[in-house]
């Protein structure tokens, strides 16, 4: 399976684990979501991010404890917030996690949500004024690779400077690839060609992105860049009761982004509903350009998700 055109990841619930529990949060089950997704022979798995606005285990030591009980799986972010970090530090832990994992990390980016209020406060309290977190990405992007690729870095821009500074370790990988989580808007997907190693939206229709990965591609190239791999990152639940699977959506976008979701909007997120459903609509985003399918299960039971869609949903998917 790990030679197919199209991969799979699995999202790991580091937030769930808080919202669905009281007390310590368990990480077992993470652990063990992530070890059955290799030994289903699915492609990656991710997790996701936050400091204060929507709290979870934090992404990169978790990502370590994953490595070391798997292989092969290679292990992501979806999606990382770069700017609520020192990018010089930054540059070192994910270093450390490619070490410690044989080379296996991905890193995708973003720069968060436009709203609620929890995200500003986030973004404030730890010394990044909101309306330009962006720039301060474009920043830690560029710092971290030259960061990982050279020696003795200086390094003066807007946000950050760093005079003469070498990492003592690099990254297994030449540069660990960072896939840029955006909008469809001209200046998020523009962000995309020009500093991304990938396009990883998690609302939109196979249409839109099918369309924006064009310009993606067409821009990257003018700039004489490889726009790397396209993505998208799917929020799902399978089950035969298509309204049942519908309101468990809901629900759960709401707990996890405080935003109401309703009527056709959640479904730009993905599928919720009986197999066929979601074998139509994921074989849609890889006629449309999509190389890779990371899946947000909505459901509590998240290793029967995993079990259930393997069995229904994996062998209907255009995945050679």
């Not at 790990?2 to 808080?18: E, H, I, M, Q």
């Not at 001209?186 to 962000?191: N, S, V």
């Not at 924006?212 to 790397?228: M, Q, Y």
């Not at 799902?236 to 982004?257: H, R, V």
Request: charged share 25%; glycine share 8%.
């Amino acid at each position: 399976m790990a030679d197919r055109k199209v991969k799979l990841g699995v999202l790991l619930p580091t937030r769930g684990v808080l919202l669905w529990n009281e007390g310590v949060p368990e990480v077992g089950p993470i652990i063990d979501l992530a070890v059955r997704a290799e030994e289903l022979g699915y492609d990656s798995v991710f997790v996701g991010d936050s400091v204060l606005a929507k709290p979870r285990l934090e992404a990169l030591s978790v990502l370590s404890a994953v490595a070391v009980r798997t292989e092969r799986v290679k292990l992501g972010t979806a999606v990382f917030l770069p700017c609520l970090r020192d990018p010089v530090f930054l540059a070192y832990q994910v270093a450390t996690l490619d070490v410690i994992s044989g080379g296996r990390v991905i890193l995708g980016v973003g720069i968060g949500p436009p709203k609620p209020q929890e995200c500003v406060h986030e973004f404030e309290t730890l010394g990044v004024p909101f309306r330009k977190r962006m720039f301060y990405m474009q920043e830690h992007m560029t710092l971290m690779r030259r960061l990982w690729t050279e020696e003795n870095v200086t390094f003066e821009g807007r946000y950050y400077r760093v005079e003469n500074v070498t990492l003592a370790h690099k990254p297994i990988q030449k540069t660990v690839p960072m896939w840029v989580a955006s909008a469809t808007v001209d200046t998020a997907w523009q962000r995309v060609a020009r500093f991304g190693d990938g396009w990883f939206p998690n609302r939109v229709t196979p249409e839109e992105f099918r369309d924006t990965w064009g310009k993606i591609v067409s821009l990257a190239d003018e700039n004489g860049r490889d726009p790397g791999t396209p993505a998208w990152y799917m929020t799902t639940c399978i089950d035969d009761d298509k309204e049942s699977a519908m309101k468990n959506g809901e629900a759960f976008l709401l707990d996890y982004y405080y935003t109401p979701f309703w009527g056709d909007s959640i479904e730009k997120w993905g599928t919720y509903g009986p197999a066929g459903d979601l074998i139509e609509r994921i074989n849609a985003f890889i006629d449309a350009g999509a190389e890779h399918v990371s899946l947000r299960f909505t459901h509590r039971d998240q290793m029967g998700q995993l079990e259930r869609f393997t069995e229904e949903v994996l062998p209907h998917l255009n995945l050679e």
